[in-house]
């Protein structure tokens, strides 16, 4: 049993996901059922083996740490209450990317303490790249290779890219360039959008939505650790927790220096 102060933590979640993501890419792009759960989202039998071998790994590293899992969730719906420290785990963030053979999407766990998000792993099953909390930041590595550290880059407003959805509407793209000031606008899926931010590709993301806390927790930590922000679009603290709304979110944006 792995202790969770450890600092090492991160780079135990990173194990786990790159685990998961060898079950999905033995999916990609082959034949595989595409169901719908109750509210219509697409799930797959990747989504399934993944969620499988990330909580089987929990238990055995974590025992004593509740985990609050997408799939999990959708079959036999989520807690009422929830204690102070718990995991948050995406199987496979961008499941629609995934079906149509996009490459973005990602496995998640994060790491909640007292409503904060303070490990986290994010994988791309696709580029082979995972970013994990460390002691010291946040790193990057390719699977099973070497870790580097990722670090924000600092605003600077004639070349600041925000990371959008692929459905973003252009009025709405408008209504966003004007509030945050941003020049430029690049569509990608799931969490890797937060990823981007902390490795010093991109400045911006502004969800003005709907998403779970699943699906941003992993990248919400490794933002952080690598000096950038999650909030609220007044500016105040985006918290985790929420077993009274179902572990939904509200609004949040994204950004790095």
Wanted: glycine share 10%; hydrophobic share 45%; charged share 20%.
């Amino acid at each position: 049993m792995a202790s969770i102060d450890s600092p090492s933590v991160g780079a135990l979640l990173a194990d786990i996901v790159e685990a998961a993501s060898a079950e999905i890419l033995a999916l990609w792009r082959g034949e595989f059922v595409v169901d719908h759960k109750p509210d219509a989202s697409p799930v797959t039998e990747a989504d399934r083996r993944a969620e499988a071998v990330i909580l089987e790994r929990l238990a055995r590293t974590f025992p004593d740490i509740p985990v609050i899992s997408e799939e999990d969730a959708a079959e036999f719906g989520t807690p009422s209450s929830i204690g102070p420290r718990f995991f948050l785990v995406d199987p496979l963030d961008g499941t629609k990317a995934f079906v149509r053979g996009d490459s973005h999407f990602t496995v998640n766990i994060g790491l909640v303490q007292d409503g904060v998000p303070v490990a986290g792993a994010v994988s791309a099953p696709v580029q082979g790249r995972t970013w994990f909390t460390g002691s010291g930041g946040a790193l990057r590595r390719p699977f099973g290779g070497t870790p580097e550290p990722v670090r924000v880059r600092p605003w600077s407003t004639e070349n600041a890219l925000a990371l959008i959805s692929h459905t973003m509407k252009p009025e709405a793209l408008e209504a966003l360039k004007a509030q945050y000031g941003f020049a430029h606008a690049q569509a990608m899926d799931s969490s890797i959008k937060l990823c981007i931010i902390a490795e010093g590709a991109a400045d911006l993301y502004a969800r003005h939505g709907t998403t779970m806390e699943w699906d941003i927790a992993a990248g919400h930590a490794v933002l952080a650790a690598a000096g950038g922000s999650v909030r609220q679009p007044d500016g105040t603290p985006f918290l985790y927790g929420k077993a009274d709304q179902g572990f939904k979110n509200g609004w949040f944006v994204a950004r790095g220096g």
